[in-house]
Nanobody
Framework: QVQLVESGGGLVQAGGSLRLSCAASGRPLTYVTGWFRQAPGKEREFVALISWSGELTRYSDSVKGRFTISRDNAKKTVYLEQNSLKPEDTAVYYC???????????????WGQGTQVTVSL
């Protein structure tokens, strides 16, 4: 089993920055880690993913160039650096662990509880 805990969300003005963290515990496995988000009334959508080695990353078009995903395997933590935040980035952000480089949420086996990001005008 793998447990994931997100942190770092909060309220920020448009144009601001946040850094989300996803800390993993449990038995160590070479997982792909993804970030997803869900806004009220909308489906959960893919944001970014990173391979176990950190060499491969993918981003949704809506965050490319503004968000950066990274990981520190010694700390069992994955980060999502969010810059130039927009009101439309407002959502609950979830991290997830899986075994495939996939952008669909059904491909991930373990999920955190989520952290709220709110971007005001």
């Amino acid at each position: 089993q793998v447990q994931l805990v997100e942190s770092g969300g909060g309220l920020v003005q448009a144009g601001g920055s946040l850094r989300l963290s996803c800390a993993a515990s449990g038995r160590p496995l070479t997982y792909v880690t993804g970030w997803f988000r869900q806004a009220p009334g909308k489906e959960r959508e893919f944001v970014a993913l990173i391979s176990w080695s950190g060499e491969l990353t993918r981003y949704s078009d809506s965050v490319k160039g503004r968000f950066t995903i990274s990981r520190d395997n010694a700390k069992k933590t994955v980060y999502l650096e969010q810059n130039s935040l927009k009101p439309e980035d407002t959502a609950v952000y979830y991290c997830a662990a899986g075994t495939r480089l996939a952008t669909t949420n059904t491909a991930y086996d373990y999920w955190g509880q989520g952290t709220q990001v709110t971007v005001s005008l």
